[in-house]
Nanobody
Framework: QVQLVESGGGLVQAGGSLRLSCAAS????????MGWFRQAPGKVREIVAA????????YYADSAKGRFTISRENAKNTVYLQMNSLKPEDTAVYYC????????????????????WGQGTQVTVSS
């Protein structure tokens, strides 16, 4: 069983930055592919960024490219999402997700590819 705990959300003005963290417990963190998703009110949950077990491969949604950076510290069982140049449309609940992966270079980008989810952290960007 894997448990994920997100932190780092909050209220920020447009143009500002936040860094989200997701701490994982359970089996070896380096066996997990990780992803960040978000869900705004009235919208479906969507991928923001994903990272492979090794950290060598990443994926970004078009909305995140050039502004967000996903990274991981396997020694700390933690994945991060650095968010810069935030926009009001980035307002959402952000979720961390994980799934054990045998292919250590694979990134997972669909909701249904992940079995384990955190409780979410609210990000609100004011204009």
């Amino acid at each position: 069983q894997v448990q994920l705990v997100e932190s780092g959300g909050g209220l920020v003005q447009a143009g500002g930055s936040l860094r989200l963290s997701c701490a994982a417990s359970g089996r070896a963190f380096s066996d997990y592919a990780m992803g960040w998703f978000r869900q705004a009110p009235g919208k479906v949950r969507e991928i923001v960024a994903a990272i492979s077990c090794t950290g060598r491969r990443t994926y970004y949604a078009d909305s995140a490219k050039g502004r967000f950076t996903i990274s991981r510290e396997n020694a700390k069982n933690t994945v991060y999402l650095q968010m810069n140049s935030l926009k009001p449309e980035d307002t959402a609940v952000y979720y961390c997700a994980t799934q054990v992966q045998e292919d250590r270079f694979r990134v997972l980008v669909r909701n249904d590819e992940y079995d384990y989810w955190g409780q979410g952290t609210q990000v609100t960007v004011s204009s």
